[in-house]
């Protein structure tokens, strides 16, 4: 849950420094004191887009910094693990914004993106704002309500994850039976082409092998003058040779050496020059012997690479990449030999992609036609407490298409008064009808959602009197399982609080303020008259106060 919020330039703020308990916290105070400034502000630390507009005037940058405890959460504590995030049993969310509007986000001390940020944010906290009964004109957010109720979120997105495998495999298959409608061209085509690649049958290593016979044939003359010349300085010169003073110089070392043995190691070098000169001239004898003038081999040579260099060409590769040419038409050929097994391993691939995306399919369907009457029924419930004694709510599944998000139209039909069919919502309510069925749905899947805070700003909006008392109840009830924020303006809410916050204005010529307290009972009396009648509090509005926030907290 949340246990700090840090704000700093912030809009109206200057520097504010939040601590929430569990339980319900609402928030009060005048209109236009600030009091959406504290949801925005989070809104900001966990991820939402930044303004610049929100930089105090004067200011170098606005901050926010939001820290959670962790404790009972251990799908973020594996989040932050997996990318070596985690800090114990705590999380620390910072973001800054500068006044040209770019802004900076860390977790935990580390910067990341926002996608990142609002990953991790969604599991930390659930922002319902007073505008979101909108949203229940569209049918995709019917069906993620269910889902959510029926805690069939992640069997949704895996559902997605295979319609998009199955879409891979027929999107291959098709492609292949395309292909095979132009098989008996293509077959033809390799066929002409490998018969000239086979005809030719170059080795592997073989383009090396012929232009190294291409340049020594084509200097065979040249190599074997410079080879015999080589050969005669070294051992077979008739007026001396490199081996002949090799072995004078020896005859006079060995002398030398008789008379001091230092010479010993310079005499052990010469030996060995000598017989490396020896070893040499064998060796230029044998490559002499095989060295031929050959007219008729180079030719050949010629004629293999200028053929092997024009096939190349034909097939826009380099020379040396002709081999490889070579085997890949081979295993083409060979595949299109053998396609109609390509195509039956197509067909069985596309099949079990079918079969695996059925079965997701069903499952999420049985989850949520299992809870679609459960959740209506909680709805109705409610929207009978809230006034509506005569509405009327089903939650239709209409079977389709199969499609990434199943097998059916998830629709939330509605009625507010008796007699009358039931409709399509968005249809038949009211703004202040779809405002109580909204508050409903929320606070019903909000039970089951698995994320540790809640956030209610203003959503009591058009309700009042008993029915605001109901609210407030419906609040406080989840309250005693998790942390809610609830921004009100409705006395019969704010009563409802296990902890009152105030904010309001600090005002002079040249600046403005928001300041935030938390209220004492005394004080949270004050507040809930104020709430009641006004400007001016009377003893019997300050009397009522009292009672109200008695009854309330018994």
Not at 46 to 51: F, I, K, N, S
Not at 92 to 117: C, F, H, K, Y
Not at 369 to 393: F, T, Y
Request: with cysteine; charged share 30%.
């Amino acid at each position: 849950m949340l246990t700090h919020l840090s704000v700093l330039n912030f809009a109206t703020v200057d520097s504010l420094e939040l601590e929430p308990a569990r339980g319900l916290t609402v928030i009060t105070g005048e209109t236009g004191a600030g009091k959406s400034v504290i949801i925005d502000a989070l809104g900001l630390a966990l991820g939402e887009r930044a303004d610049s507009a929100v930089v105090r005037p004067d200011c170098e940058r606005a901050e926010v910094q939001a820290t959670f405890d962790l404790r009972g959460h251990p799908a973020a504590r594996t989040w932050l693990a997996e990318r070596e995030l985690d800090n114990g049993e705590e999380c620390m969310l910072r973001r800054t914004v500068r006044p040209d509007g770019r802004s900076r986000a860390w977790i935990n001390g580390s910067p990341m993106p926002l996608q990142e940020v609002r990953e991790l944010g969604d599991m930390l906290i659930s922002v319902h704002s007073q505008h979101e009964h909108q949203a229940l004109l569209r049918r995709e957010v019917h069906r993620s309500l269910l889902d959510s109720f029926a805690g069939a979120g992640d069997l949704a997105e895996t559902l997605r994850e295979h319609w998009r495998a199955w879409h891979k495999a027929r999107r291959a298959l098709d492609e292949a039976m395309a292909a095979s409608r132009e098989q008996h061209e293509r077959e033809e085509l390799l066929r002409f082409q490998l018969e000239e690649l086979d005809a030719l049958a170059l080795g592997e290593n073989e383009l090396d092998e012929l232009e190294g016979d291409q340049k020594r044939l084509g200097h065979a003359e040249e190599l074997i003058r410079l080879c015999q010349q080589s050969l005669a300085l070294l051992f077979e010169h008739e007026e001396g040779t490199v081996n002949d003073q090799l072995g004078q110089a020896l005859n006079w070392l060995g002398d030398a050496s008789s008379e001091d043995p230092a010479l010993g190691n310079i005499f052990s070098t010469v030996e060995s020059a000598r017989l490396q000169v020896e070893a040499a001239a064998d060796d230029l004898r044998h490559y002499l012997d095989r060295l031929d003038v050959d007219p008729e081999r180079l030719a050949q040579v010629d004629e293999r690479l200028s053929q092997v260099y024009t096939l190349a060409r034909k097939h826009r590769v380099r020379p040396e990449e002709l081999y490889q040419r070579h085997q890949q038409l081979r295993e083409e050929a060979h595949t299109l030999a053998h396609y109609d097994e390509h195509l039956a391993g197509l067909e069985a691939a596309e099949k079990q992609a079918r079969d695996t995306y059925d079965h997701s399919a069903r499952a999420l369907s049985e989850r949520r036609r299992s809870k679609a009457g459960e959740l209506a029924s909680g709805v109705i419930s409610h929207l009978k407490a809230l006034g509506m004694r005569g509405a009327r709510l089903d939650v239709s599944l209409t079977a389709t298409e199969p499609g990434p998000d199943g097998l059916e139209i998830v629709e939330f039909l509605f009625t507010a008064n008796p007699g009358q069919p039931l409709r399509p919502l968005a249809k038949v309510a009211s703004g202040g009808e779809l405002s109580r069925v909204s508050l409903a749905i929320q606070v019903i899947c909000a039970k089951v959602l698995t994320v540790p805070s809640l956030v209610f700003d203003e959503v009591d909006v058009g309700v009042g009197g008993g029915v605001a008392e109901i609210v407030g109840r419906l609040l406080r009830e989840l309250g005693e399982h998790a942390q809610v924020l609830c921004i009100t303006h409705q006395p019969q809410v704010a009563a409802q609080g296990h902890q009152h916050w105030h904010v309001h204005k600090k005002q002079s010529k040249t600046s403005t303020h928001t300041r935030i307290q938390s209220l004492t009972m005394e004080h949270r009396t004050s507040e809930l008259a104020r709430m009641l009648g006004g400007l001016e509090m009377t003893d019997s509005t300050l009397a009522h106060a009292r009672e109200m926030l008695e009854k309330a907290q018994a």
